[in-house]
């Protein structure tokens, strides 16, 4: 409990400005030199060696029904919130065009460049270009795409896109706290762990804990030096398995930027 100044018959009456008060006895945070706001994500292409990430189109649905919709792919969907499993094509088209057409978040078809046909989806979410924050999310992939070259550079266009394209500060990746596949993914890719949600959420009758991990913009350089030492064709043999782990990559590009 605070003592009251008024109930102390000894305390001066001397008045100290608030500000000079707080800046005195209060820890601030560090100014940010620039404040303007970041750019909303652009609805264009990104193409990469093995990726093509499209802005969601009437031309991806089929592709996209046959790759992560129908009953085969119902465990796809398990932790993704509120939608899915898709049984029947009605409700896979439903879906798409609600996100085809969100002015809040901002998908894109994953185009798996050596078929030339969608594969998969990923979105920009929770968008906040005040405080120039965004999220990556509602990442699905066929089992095809899984584990695959293909994914991680998904992930390395996006962040590029999210720091480079449009200046973003923080660059949030949240998950089921069960969703071990998607915690490794997010430490493997260069996210930083924050902290367990408890109860964060009801996610289709079921209890969700949330697993919040984050990369900065004062990180991105050593992350994106990583990504592109294993993304280039040198890192791969000819059965096209990598020789060098991404995190070991990074780890060598931090020790040369420190």
């Not at 088209?93 to 078809?109: G, H, K, L, N, W």
């Not at 078929?115 to 005040?130: E, H, R, S, W």
């Not at 990556?136 to 480079?164: I, N």
């Not at 930083?192 to 984050?214: A, C, Y």
């Amino acid at each position: 409990m605070f003592a009251c100044a008024k109930d102390d018959p000894s305390h001066s009456t001397t008045t100290i400005p608030s500000a000079m008060n707080n800046r005195a006895n209060r820890p601030l945070g560090p100014e940010v030199d620039d404040t303007s706001p970041a750019k909303f994500p652009n609805r264009l292409s990104m193409k990469g060696r093995f990726i093509t990430l499209e802005p969601l189109a009437n031309s991806h649905v089929d592709d996209l029904f046959a790759a992560i919709g129908g009953s085969e792919s119902t465990y796809l969907w398990d932790y993704v919130p509120g939608e899915g499993p898709f049984s029947d094509k009605a409700g896979f088209d439903a879906y798409f065009e609600r996100q085809r057409s969100s002015v809040a978040r901002v998908f894109y078809a994953a185009i798996d460049n050596a078929t030339l046909k969608a594969a998969g989806l990923a979105c920009f979410l929770n968008i906040n270009p005040t405080n120039r924050v965004v999220e990556v999310g509602h990442v699905v992939f066929s089992p095809s795409l899984q584990r695959s070259s293909a994914v991680t550079e998904t992930m390395y266009l996006m962040a590029r896109a999210t720091f480079e394209e449009s200046g973003y500060r923080r660059y949030e990746w949240k998950c089921d706290n069960l969703n071990e596949t998607s915690k490794r993914a997010a430490t493997r890719l260069g996210f930083k762990p924050e902290g367990l949600f408890r109860q964060h959420m009801i996610v289709k009758g079921r209890n969700r804990d949330t697993m919040w991990f984050s990369m900065l913009d004062s990180e991105w350089p050593v992350v994106k030096a990583g990504f592109e030492r294993w993304l280039d064709p040198s890192n791969f043999d000819d059965a096209g398995k990598q020789k060098q782990r991404l995190e070991a990559l990074r780890e060598l590009e931090r020790e040369a930027h420190e």
